[in-house]
């Protein structure tokens, strides 16, 4: 496992909350969605170092009743309207 650092941040309760939300609705932890969020910029800014792993987004499920994924197997089975 590699070494991680410590850092005491400081940020506006707001932007806090705003990042909560988004680590629940992605299945991470509030540290590990500032981690990602930090990653990402890093990363399109090109400053990320080129040793660093990448950290992939997470899958979320589709809502229920919305399987975009099956196919119709025959002509018939496509709703034509």
Known sequence: MTKRDSY????K?????????????EFRSLNGQIEFALHKALEQSGR??????????????????????????TPSDIKRG
């Open 8 to 11: 005491l941040l400081r940020i």
């Open 13 to 25: 309760p707001e932007m806090l909350e705003a990042l909560r939300r988004w680590a629940d609705d």
């Open 48 to 73: 990320l170092p080129k040793a660093s792993s990448p950290i992939e987004p997470r899958e979320q499920e589709p809502p229920p009743g919305n399987d975009a994924s099956v196919q119709p197997d």
